[in-house]
Nanobody
Framework: QQQLVESGGGLVQAGGSSRLSCAASGFFSSYTWGWFRQAPGRGREFVAAIDCSGGTTYSTDSVKARFRISRDEYKNTMRLQMDGLAPADKDVHYC?????????????????WGQGTQGTVPL
């Protein structure tokens, strides 16, 4: 069974750093992986994505200079290193996997989703 499980986040000093992780079970090595976040009452917003080889990454402008996405193919995990934490970073973050990788920004194209994890709350 293919499944994604997020972890990480918590309370951190404003401007500090944190890391979210996504652990995958099942076959995901050929998938594009992405992170999305969702504020209360709003749709899921693209944060960052990484292609199946791990060689190409994408991120939205608001996090481009602060976040770094990476994946470990052997451990079947993905991470989002978050630096310079801002208030929006506290939103629930979701890990997702897309088999085709045709448009990494479009949440509707992702095939699998984790349950979501609370982002990092800057104190």
């Amino acid at each position: 069974q293919q499944q994604l499980v997020e972890s990480g986040g918590g309370l951190v000093q404003a401007g500090g750093s944190s890391r979210l992780s996504c652990a995958a079970s099942g076959f995901f090595s050929s998938y594009t992986w992405g992170w999305f976040r969702q504020a209360p009452g709003r749709g899921r917003e693209f944060v960052a994505a990484i292609d199946c080889s791990g060689g190409t990454t994408y991120s939205t402008d608001s996090v481009k200079a602060r976040f770094r996405i990476s994946r470990d193919e052997y451990k079947n995990t993905m991470r989002l290193q978050m630096d310079g934490l801002a208030p929006a970073d506290k939103d629930v973050h979701y890990c997702a996997a897309d088999a085709l990788g045709s448009n990494h920004c479009d949440a509707a194209l992702y095939d699998y989703w984790g349950q979501g994890t609370q982002g990092t709350v800057p104190l």
